[in-house]
């Protein structure tokens, strides 16, 4: 029985040093690939949590075997029984609502007009149901084996890492620093840091600054110090006030560093939940703080007015985030970015009303926006959407109304258990989501933001689920059963157990490092102008086929129109080179066959058929191809 226990120790510490690890994912860039701020942090994350998920479905599997009462009192790997910790979570009100909206993509995913790539996802937004699979998958795993201190730890890590974000930001700007040790490419007026998108920068921030302001409530001086020694102590009490002053100037630098990317929806966002914070506090306190947030209120209002009256003034040009809020302009056509959005939004609607029920099915707003294309697009550009740059038309045209009520239950659910629940920083919670719920209303969802919702949704889970059943966390209260499983039971799950970790390690090796290696293959084969190397590393690039080669043969033709290399009249009436082009041609035609629905694969194929026919019109130089 000591070796189950010395086992389940190990399999502890594993599974939760692989789920700490995935906080440094915002930090992972990969240079070598298409989408180097996104591949590599979603093959990062994926192969994290399916080799975590290996090590969690053993871990089960030895609780099963494992003498219960002898497991359970050992204090390094307390739990509560399996059973009770899933009747609990069941009957969680933010867990049920989860739950439902992962059972809403799974039905539009098989509904979906493209179940393939509402399975699969895209790898330049790391979702579908099978990305979608992973966060969820880190939020069970996180609800058994977290403890209290794990969360607060894991939101600690979190903390440096949004610290190396947001240096990185301001060496960005307004430092204009680009040749720092590990410093970035992206350069832009607005920073974007490891993130790589100066909006899903400011997201991210968004959520940060509330793990920083749960570490800020929970931190305390570890009880019993003066039993501990004289050094020991010390350090355990400089530790705590670092921890306590280092969240705070996280929550400023996060708020300066939104005002830098100069997201307006993110500014809004944090507008919105502080102008909640200002009304509860004038509402539910006395004293200074109530007439301290009176004056806020009354200087905001006026503030906004002579903002929005003055709006044109150069002054405004001049300060970070306010620069892109004067520029806003729903009423105004002008406003390429604003109306865009506008025509997205109704073409949306319109969308939705076509399937209204499940919708079109994760990643396929493409298909919808292709089909209900208005022609006032032209007016601002070329314009190809795959998301609707609003979560709510986003649910309303992938999943449906269903889809959109589960969306809004977790954030209603959440809302209650905080009002209700007795959680340090739960009033800071509340107006994280606020803004995260506003800023969406202009932007949608992606990986980073993806990782952090589902982490804050296992940490309110968790915290609700402990606050409510305290007593039973001390397994001294808790009433010992014998297990009751027979060996019937114990055989199914095993061979459960070696089918879903053959799976899970085959999909680390066939939906991770291939498509990855696939993905760095294209990067190198048009480094060089040696058409036999180009060939070669086409090849390892285009096969085998899965979902990544949507977003590899389509940069591939990409690069072969655009590419002023590619496109030169030289390299395209060379013969050696034929072979390249027909090898693209080919490529994309395949992806056409298999996914019809997006109009864009067509259109590629036959720009790129038109190029080689204008730049290759004869055999050789003598002669003519014949009509």
Same mark, same amino acid.
């Given at each position: 029985m000591l070796a189950f226990t010395k086992l389940n120790k190990i399999l502890i510490i594993s599974i939760k040093s692989l789920l700490f690890s995935t906080a440094l994912t915002p930090l992972v860039i990969t240079w070598s690939v298409i989408f180097p701020y996104i591949f590599g942090k979603v093959v990062f994350f994926r192969s994290i949590i399916e080799i975590a998920l290996i090590l969690f479905l053993v871990y089960l599997l030895t609780l099963i075997y494992a003498d219960r009462k002898q497991v359970y009192t050992d204090k390094a790997i307390r739990i509560n029984s399996l059973k009770s910790v899933l009747i609990r979570v069941f009957k969680n009100p933010l867990f049920i609502f989860t739950i439902l909206f992962i059972l809403s993509l799974i039905i539009s995913a098989i509904f979906a007009v493209n179940p393939y790539r509402a399975f699969w996802g895209t790898i330049d937004r790391g979702e579908g149901l099978f990305g979608m699979l992973h966060y969820f998958a880190f939020l069970v795993m996180a609800l058994f084996i977290f403890e209290k201190k794990d969360w607060l730890?894991?939101?600690?890590?979190?903390?440096?890492?949004?610290?190396?974000?947001?240096?990185?930001?301001?060496?960005?700007?307004?430092?204009?620093?680009?040749?720092?040790?590990?410093?970035? %490419?992206?350069?832009?007026?607005?920073?974007?840091? =490891?993130?790589?998108?100066?909006?899903? +920068?400011? *997201?991210?921030? /968004? @959520? &940060?600054?509330?793990?920083?302001?749960?570490?800020?409530?929970?931190?305390?001086?570890?009880?019993?110090?003066?039993?501990?020694?004289?050094?020991?102590?010390?350090?355990? %009490?400089?530790?705590?006030?670092?921890?306590?002053? =280092?969240?705070?100037?996280?929550?400023? +630098?996060? *708020?300066?560093? /939104? @005002? &830098?990317?100069?997201?307006?929806g993110a500014i809004l966002g944090l507008g919105s939940g502080f102008i909640f914070l200002l009304f509860y506090f004038a509402l539910k306190r006395k004293g200074w703080l109530r007439r301290l947030s009176v004056c806020l209120l009354v200087f905001l209002i006026i503030f906004s007015g002579v903002f929005w009256l003055t709006r044109q003034r150069p002054v405004w040009q001049k300060i970070p985030g306010f620069n892109r809020l004067a520029q806003t302009a729903f009423l105004n056509i002008n406003d390429p970015s604003t109306q865009t959005r506008v025509i997205t939004w109704r073409l949306s609607w319109n969308a939705f009303k076509e399937k209204p029920i499940f919708g079109w099915g994760p990643d396929n707003y493409l298909v919808a926006y292709e089909k209900h294309y208005e022609p006032d697009y032209a007016f601002y550009g070329e314009t190809w959407l795959d998301r609707a740059h609003n979560k709510i038309f986003d649910l309303l045209v992938m999943q449906g109304v269903f889809g959109l009520l589960a969306y809004i239950g977790i954030f209603i659910s959440a809302f209650y258990l905080l009002l209700k629940k007795n959680i340090a920083g739960k009033l800071f919670i509340i107006v994280g989501l606020i803004a995260y719920f506003v800023q969406?209303?202009?932007?949608?969802?992606?990986?980073?933001?993806?990782?952090?919702?589902?982490?804050?949704?296992?940490?309110?889970?968790?915290?609700?689920?402990?606050?409510?059943?305290?007593?039973?966390?001390?397994?001294?209260?808790?009433?010992?059963?014998?297990?009751?499983?027979?060996?019937?039971?114990?055989?199914?799950?095993?061979?459960?157990?070696?089918?879903?970790?053959?799976?899970?390690?085959?999909?680390?090796?066939?939906?991770?490092?291939?498509?990855?290696?696939?993905?760095?293959?294209?990067?190198?084969?048009?480094?060089?102008?040696?058409?036999?190397?180009?060939?070669?590393?086409?090849?390892?690039?285009?096969?085998?086929?899965?979902?990544?080669?949507?977003?590899?043969?389509?940069?591939?033709?990409?690069?072969?129109?655009?590419?002023?290399?590619?496109?030169?009249?030289?390299?395209?009436?060379?013969?050696?080179?034929?072979?390249?082009?027909?090898?693209?041609?080919?490529?994309?035609?395949?992806?056409?066959?298999?996914?019809?629905?997006?109009?864009?694969n067509m259109i590629r194929e036959a720009e790129v058929l038109n190029g080689v026919t204008k730049n290759r019109p004869f055999k050789d130089e003598n002669e003519a191809i014949p009509l």
């Open positions: 730890n894991f939101f600690k890590v979190y903390l440096v890492v949004g610290l190396i974000l947001i240096f990185y930001a301001f060496l960005q700007y307004p430092f204009k620093i680009y040749d720092f040790p590990f410093a970035l %490419k992206f350069i832009d007026s607005r920073p974007g840091s =490891f993130v790589g998108n100066p909006s899903f +920068l400011a *997201v991210h921030l /968004i @959520f &940060l600054m509330m793990f920083a302001a749960i570490v800020f409530l929970n931190n305390r001086l570890q009880p019993n110090c003066h039993k501990l020694p004289l050094n020991y102590n010390l350090i355990t %009490k400089l530790l705590s006030k670092f921890w306590r002053y =280092f969240p705070l100037l996280i929550i400023i +630098l996060s *708020v300066i560093t /939104i @005002f &830098l990317t100069g997201t307006r969406n209303l202009v932007l949608f969802d992606q990986l980073n933001s993806d990782i952090v919702f589902f982490v804050l949704l296992g940490f309110l889970i968790s915290k609700t689920l402990t606050d409510t059943d305290s007593e039973l966390i001390n397994t001294d209260n808790y009433p010992y059963k014998s297990a009751k499983i027979s060996i019937n039971q114990r055989f199914v799950f095993i061979i459960f157990v070696i089918v879903a970790s053959g799976f899970l390690g085959y999909s680390v090796y066939a939906f991770n490092y291939v498509p990855f290696v696939q993905a760095k293959a294209f990067q190198k084969s048009f480094g060089s102008g040696n058409p036999d190397f180009i060939m070669k590393k086409l090849k390892e690039a285009m096969y085998p086929y899965n979902f990544a080669q949507y977003n590899i043969r389509g940069s591939g033709i990409d690069a072969l129109y655009l590419d002023p290399f590619f496109y030169s009249q030289n390299f395209m009436r060379a013969p050696q080179y034929k072979i390249v082009s027909d090898l693209l041609i080919e490529g994309m035609d395949e992806v056409a066959r298999r996914e019809p629905f997006d109009i864009r």
